[in-house]
């Protein structure tokens, strides 16, 4: 489970992922997603209705339908795939809920937060979809591993 990301957001990380791996020549089914990732079938049109609308990935319909990614991999940064499902409040807001926690007013958390919160946005923002793709490769089973404990 995590604990930055809500569960549509790790399922959107890893279908782009999935489609960055096995599109290329064909549209993917939603089915195969589904399956492959263990994640719920209309959980996840959903979330590739979001990403679709956010120009991440593409839907065509009809007998060749299915999805692919919008770019090219190394065009599509993980922080566009989160931005999308989760905003950014996530790493805006108080870690603890504070309304008014700042600089100016920080709760118990917050300079240690800040300094995490700088780590995990470069992170997303200079890791793409094609860098993260290569690092899992041959790694796909370890992605359902992790959902169906989930």
């Not at 679709?52 to 339908?65: C, D, L, Q």
């Not at 780590?119 to 959902?147: A, P, R």
Request: contains cysteine; charged residues 25%; neutral net charge.
């Amino acid at each position: 489970m995590s604990i930055i990301f809500s569960k549509s957001c790790e399922y959107g990380i890893q279908s782009v992922l999935y489609l960055a791996k096995v599109s290329g020549e064909r549209p993917v089914l939603l089915k195969e997603i589904s399956t492959a990732l263990n994640i719920p079938h209309h959980f996840l049109s959903k979330i590739l209705q979001t990403l679709t609308k956010n120009e991440i990935v593409v839907s065509h319909k009809g007998f060749n339908g299915g999805f692919e990614l919008a770019k090219k991999a190394s065009e599509i940064n993980i922080i566009d795939v989160v931005r999308a499902i989760d905003g950014e409040s996530y790493l805006t807001d108080c870690v603890l809920g504070f309304p008014d926690c700042g600089d100016d007013n920080p709760c118990p958390v917050h300079n240690t937060w800040s300094k995490s919160k700088n780590i995990i946005l470069d992170m997303l923002h200079n890791k793409t979809v094609e860098k993260l793709s290569k690092e899992l490769d041959g790694k796909l089973n370890l992605i359902k591993t992790l959902t169906k404990t989930n």
